[in-house]
């Protein structure tokens, strides 16, 4: 009879580099010199799935679980208003386990998808696809455009929003104890049945597409 001459290792970690050796014990009692296998990585664990965080107009942050990889572990991320994700609108190979996304466009949904990369180079397939939309810009530029008896005009600039973004504008005469509102897909608003010879104050923010206002 013979002894099995290959070996099932269990219970490793995630892209490690491990080294093997054999040698022959013989019947005598006496051990040959070992033979070097040289060493080689487990596969990388497929990363956590990818949550976003500090939103922002323009930018937010991705991060992930290392679901136990080593410290070495390469990760690919990659982010894009395609849900097909061609072409990139960002991505990186990172040892770290966040990426800041920059220069997006206000008010847009985004999607990320994360794998993780062992130190032969094999790949892990992509976590699943995850999305969010970026937050809607601050109007910028409100004024005036129109001053009647008991109605006013207002307009302002999208600040980068794009089409479809929703507005909010308040007309107040009390400091914003109370307001008129009015919600609109236009840059502009007009406030009508207001209180004639009465000073307002005006006010507008943008609403992102997932309901999340601006500041005013």
């Known amino acids: 009879g013979y002894l099995s001459r290959a070996k099932n290792l269990y219970t490793l970690s995630a892209n490690t580099t491990y080294f093997a050796r054999v040698r022959v014990l013989g019947h005598t009692g ?3 010199n070992y033979l ?5 990585s487990t596969l990388a664990a497929l ?17 992930w679980a290392n679901s136990g990889n080593s410290t070495y572990t390469v990760y690919e991320i990659q982010v894009d208003s395609d849900a ?4 990139l609108v ?6 770290n386990t966040s990426f800041e996304a920059l220069n997006l466009s206000t008010n847009t949904q985004y999607f990320a998808q994360v794998r993780a990369i062992n130190s032969n180079g094999a790949v892990t397939v992509f976590t699943g696809v995850v999305s969010t939309y970026t937050h809607a810009a601050v109007p910028v530029s409100a004024n005036f455009v129109s001053v009647e008896i008991s109605s006013l005009s207002i307009n302002w600039a999208a600040n980068g929003n794009p089409s479809g973004t929703i507005y909010e504008a308040l007309a107040s005469s009390n400091s914003f104890v109370s307001w008129v509102s009015s919600a609109t897909l236009l840059t502009g608003a007009v406030f009508s049945g207001l209180n004639p010879n009465t000073t307002f104050a005006m006010l507008a923010r943008a609403i992102n597409a997932v309901s999340l206002p601006s500041a005013f």
């Open 30 to 32: 006496i051990r040959t």
């Open 36 to 40: 070097n296998f040289g060493s080689t």
């Open 47 to 63: 990363p956590g799935t990818p949550a976003f965080s500090q939103m922002a107009p323009t930018s937010f942050t991705v991060s």
């Open 84 to 87: 097909a994700f061609n072409p």
């Open 90 to 95: 960002a991505s990186s190979l990172t040892l």
